[in-house]
């Protein structure tokens, strides 16, 4: 016993330094460095410069979407002035980054720095690939947390019924007060820059791989891809590339490939490198916390159950947008055949909000398959047809 | 077989095995030393104690009917071995080792136990004890229990 005394008295003050328990001091994985620049007072809109703001960054991993064939067309090609209307309004860049899960956030010190600890790994619903070989993509995002939640929060797009706001926040929302009153609504976060803001621009991207890039696989060709400039070391890099015009994107898109970028633009880099960000109008850039279409990332089709809102662009259009009418004629397709006249669907863009959003109303089908065998709902008798329906009625193309 | 309230982390259970001696009589002493294992996990870790209690004993015990019950105190020093995984980090590959940590630590702790104990078959037969227990951790009193289940030898 006498030889246990001085153990004893040795553990109560020594012993125990190193054993941490479920004490959760998670060491960061990785840091980011951020550099942000530009004045942000100039960019402030109108009705939030009494407020202080609280510029942070963020870490925001990419969603997979797929963009909708109506915008990709009608934003890129002059084909129809009604139809370019809507797409003007109602479309987000479809090549632009989408966003599917906010991580880490930090504030932004005075002189425009920042270091973003990642203390997790993006999760599986945010990779593309296979378990021995995946990849996901990051934009790093500036806002003001002008609702001090310490995160981000994404926005969605304005339902197209009258009545069903988006939200929440960012842009200057509906007029309230006295005339001139542009005070938001809904105080929202807004966004002020993005280090991947579309594939159309030059971009900087944070890459988290797992296992070796395999640059035959089909998926990464189409998930944010950057065709020319190989593939990103496995585990955390900074990649960076030029971009691609929205016409070569559209040619790509149309036969299933992804446009080549500049070999001179492109960039691979370790984390020790620091992610430059220039603030701009928080307009320019707020796509890029409005997550794409649906849960699937598809065009969605909706019953003309009620009557949508008519001050807002709106143009009859065909179902299908088929690759004939940017002049592509697929491998087996015959363009001859493709009717582009029938109009049997139609297209109006969401009221302005946060974010853009387009609804394609058709009057028999289903919501993601408009030529599906047993439709969700007919509207083709004429005791269903609306009267305020302005399209065709006759049999879907 | 041993079962308890994990010496250094806020929840879960340990289990694992102990032994010891008793010599007979009412006013007595003895040892034991017992092995045990407990996971835990936090958001970002996956933590594994492994206890190994090394006691002294003092103990007052008497007979009851063919039985023996009694109450026994244990004080000494549960070595621990500590073992933090980071969650997920092996999907980091070869850098995913660095994150890992393990420590050894050593804590004075003790328990009072009741006991209960019966032959069976000629000098063997089964015992039962549980109570509660205490360590100190990080200058802090830890409060916890502990429950055995073991097979007894009456030389």
Same mark, same amino acid.
């Given at each position: 016993?006498?030889?246990?005394?001085?153990? &004893?008295?040795?553990?109560?003050?020594?012993?125990?330094?190193?054993?941490?328990? &479920?004490?959760?001091?998670?060491?960061?994985?990785?840091?980011?460095?951020?550099?942000?620049?530009?004045?942000?007072?100039?960019?402030?809109?109108?009705?939030?410069?009494?407020?202080?703001?609280?510029?942070?960054?963020?870490?925001?991993?990419?969603?997979?979407?797929?963009?909708?064939?109506?915008?990709?067309?009608?934003?890129?090609?002059?084909?129809?002035?009604?139809?370019?209307?809507?797409?003007?309004?109602?479309?987000?860049?479809?090549?632009?980054?989408?966003?599917?899960?906010?991580?880490?956030?930090?504030?932004?010190?005075?002189?425009?720095?920042?270091?973003?600890?990642?203390?997790?790994?993006?999760?599986?619903?945010?990779?593309?690939?296979?378990?021995?070989?995946?990849?996901?993509?990051?934009?790093?995002?500036?806002?003001?947390?002008?609702?001090?939640?310490?995160?981000?929060?994404?926005?969605?797009?304005?339902?197209?019924?009258?009545?069903?706001?988006?939200?929440?926040?960012?842009?200057?929302?509906?007029?309230?007060?006295?005339?001139?009153?542009?005070?938001?609504?809904?105080?929202?976060?807004?966004?002020?820059?993005?280090?991947?803001?579309?594939?159309?621009?030059?971009?900087?991207?944070?890459?988290?791989?797992?296992?070796?890039?395999?640059?035959?696989?089909?998926?990464?060709?189409?998930?944010?891809?950057?065709?020319?400039?190989?593939?990103?070391?496995?585990?955390?890099?900074?990649?960076?590339?030029?971009?691609?015009?929205?016409?070569?994107?559209?040619?790509?898109?149309?036969?299933?490939?992804?446009?080549?970028?500049?070999?001179?633009?492109?960039?691979?880099?370790? &984390?020790?490198?620091?992610?430059?960000?220039?603030?701009?109008?928080?307009?320019?850039?707020?796509?890029?916390?409005?997550?794409?279409?649906?849960?699937?990332?598809?065009?969605?089709?909706?019953?003309?159950?009620?009557?949508?809102?008519?001050?807002?662009?709106?143009?009859?259009?065909?179902?299908?947008?088929?690759?004939?009418?940017?002049?592509?004629?697929?491998?087996?397709?015959?363009?001859?055949?493709?009717?582009?006249?029938?109009?049997?669907?139609?297209?109006?863009?969401?009221?302005?909000?946060?974010?853009?959003?387009?609804?394609?109303?058709?009057?028999?089908?289903?919501?993601?398959?408009?030529?599906?065998?047993?439709?969700?709902?007919?509207?083709?008798?004429?005791?269903?047809?609306?009267?305020?329906?302005?399209?065709?009625?006759?049999?879907?193309? | 077989?041993?079962?308890?309230?994990?010496?250094?982390?806020?929840?879960?259970?340990?289990?694992?095995?102990?032994?010891?001696?008793?010599?007979?009589?009412?006013?007595?002493?003895?040892?034991?030393?017992?092995?045990?294992?407990?996971?835990?996990?936090?958001?970002?870790?996956?933590?594994?104690?492994?206890?190994?209690?090394?006691?002294?004993?003092?103990?007052?015990?008497?007979?009851?009917?063919?039985?023996?019950?009694?109450?026994?105190?244990?004080?000494?020093?549960?070595?621990?071995?500590?073992?933090?995984?980071?969650?997920?980090?092996?999907?980091?590959?070869?850098?995913?080792?660095?994150?890992?940590?393990?420590?050894?630590?050593?804590?004075?702790?003790?328990?009072?136990?009741?006991?209960?104990?019966?032959?069976?078959?000629?000098?063997?037969?089964?015992?039962?004890?549980?109570?509660?227990?205490?360590?100190?951790?990080?200058?802090?009193?830890?409060?916890?229990?502990?429950?055995?289940?073991?097979?007894?030898?009456?030389?």
């Amino acid at each position: 016993m006498k030889s246990l005394l001085p153990l &004893l008295a040795f553990c109560l003050v020594g012993c125990q330094d190193k054993v941490l328990g &479920l004490l959760d001091n998670a060491t960061p994985l990785v840091n980011i460095h951020v550099k942000v620049t530009g004045d942000l007072q100039a960019l402030r809109p109108p009705g939030t410069l009494a407020e202080t703001p609280h510029l942070r960054v963020a870490v925001v991993w990419g969603a997979t979407y797929l963009p909708d064939a109506f915008c990709a067309i009608y934003q890129t090609l002059p084909l129809d002035p009604s139809a370019t209307a809507v797409a003007q309004a109602g479309c987000r860049d479809d090549f632009g980054f989408a966003p599917s899960l906010v991580g880490e956030s930090v504030a932004v010190s005075a002189d425009g720095t920042a270091t973003i600890p990642l203390i997790n790994l993006p999760n599986a619903a945010v990779l593309i690939g296979e378990v021995t070989s995946r990849i996901g993509y990051a934009s790093i995002i500036v806002f003001d947390d002008r609702n001090e939640s310490g995160t981000l929060e994404l926005h969605r797009a304005p339902g197209t019924a009258v009545g069903v706001p988006g939200g929440p926040g960012g842009g200057t929302g509906p007029a309230v007060g006295a005339p001139g009153d542009v005070t938001p609504v809904i105080k929202g976060d807004f966004v002020y820059g993005a280090s991947f803001v579309s594939m159309t621009q030059p971009d900087q991207r944070i890459a988290y791989l797992e296992g070796t890039f395999d640059a035959n696989n089909a998926l990464y060709g189409l998930f944010y891809p950057r065709a020319g400039c190989g593939g990103p070391p496995t585990g955390f890099s900074v990649l960076s590339a030029g971009g691609f015009s929205a016409v070569d994107g559209l040619k790509a898109m149309a036969t299933g490939s992804a446009p080549a970028e500049d070999p001179t633009t492109c960039g691979t880099a370790t &984390l020790d490198s620091t992610v430059t960000i220039p603030l701009q109008a928080t307009e320019t850039v707020r796509d890029v916390v409005c997550p794409g279409g649906g849960t699937s990332g598809t065009v969605r089709y909706v019953a003309p159950a009620a009557q949508p809102d008519w001050q807002q662009p709106w143009a009859c259009m065909p179902v299908v947008y088929s690759a004939c009418l940017v002049g592509i004629a697929l491998p087996g397709q015959d363009c001859s055949t493709f009717n582009a006249k029938a109009r049997p669907s139609l297209a109006i863009a969401a009221p302005p909000g946060d974010c853009k959003g387009t609804t394609h109303f058709l009057l028999k089908g289903c919501a993601t398959d408009p030529n599906c065998a047993t439709p969700q709902w007919d509207y083709t008798t004429p005791a269903k047809l609306p009267v305020w329906w302005p399209c065709d009625t006759g049999a879907t193309p | 077989m041993l079962t308890g309230l994990p010496a250094a982390l806020a929840t879960g259970m340990t289990a694992g095995v102990s032994a010891g001696i008793l010599h007979a009589g009412t006013f007595t002493w003895g040892a034991r030393a017992s092995y045990s294992q407990a996971t835990e996990y936090t958001t970002t870790w996956a933590v594994t104690h492994n206890e190994v209690r090394l006691r002294a004993v003092g103990a007052l015990q008497g007979r009851l009917g063919r039985g023996t019950v009694g109450l026994r105190l244990g004080a000494g020093v549960t070595a621990l071995y500590e073992t933090r995984v980071r969650a997920q980090a092996a999907r980091l590959g070869d850098a995913a080792g660095s994150l890992d940590t393990s420590a050894w630590s050593a804590l004075p702790g003790g328990e009072l136990e009741g006991f209960i104990a019966l032959p069976i078959v000629g000098p063997f037969g089964l015992g039962l004890s549980a109570g509660p227990s205490l360590h100190v951790f990080q200058g802090a009193v830890v409060p916890g229990w502990l429950a055995q289940l073991t097979a007894v030898w009456w030389p």
